[in-house]
């Protein structure tokens, strides 16, 4: 059993003491109506006060519950937030990317932290990340879109077990309750998309990465070794995207 309130106190006092070392005093989170989003900005809500912003940045493939929840979470929890509409942004574009979902996708998340890195600017604060540690196990993210940020407090929390956390925080029902979607284009779900559930990639990625076990313990455990292939390659391709530019090493002469 977690100790969520526990795990609150330390994720709290974890955005106090980095923002602190910014010298800023505000923060900037990117509000999507999912899951991940809403646990970060109550947790920023309950950390820094009024010193704030989400950012709704919906597009033409943002589903309407989208804005509608995140707005409700905002209301709920007293958070100040603005619109930013991404639509033109993606049309200006778009005709260059052939329909491809997967990389209108991509760009629509990477003009998002565009827009999120202009507001910290303008508002002389700093962008919390929103990524959870199943997405960035798993590289299911956009390198330079949503997984940029200057400090992430939920990078250690699994998929599945925020479900939790959430109803431990008072996050909405609306939010809690729908199936987890990088909202990037219409009827996209993650699950889906992955295909597996959070609970199972997750209680087989616990095993993997926490408790270093290999494919034939974890299959023997009753797992699915088609499963555990898949999430072993995903860790392995996707590796580059949580460390910075490799930048030559020059021996001088």
Known sequence: MINWNDIEKQLIEFLKNQLSKTGL???TVGLSGGLDSAVVAVLCKKAFKENIKCVLMPSQFSSKSSVEDAKKLCETFSI??????ITPMINAYIDKMDNDKLRIGNYSARVRMSVLYDISSRDSSIVVGTSNKSELLLGYGTIFGDIACAINPIGEIYKSDEFEFAKYLNVIDEIINKKPSADLWENQTDEEELGYTYKQMDDALKLLVDEKKTKEEIVSLGHDDKLVDMLKYRI???????KLPIIANIKWS
């Open 80 to 85: 100040d937030y603005e619109i930013v509409d």
């Open 25 to 27: 005093s505000k923060v």
């Open 236 to 242: 392995k391709a996707n590796e580059f995207k949580g």
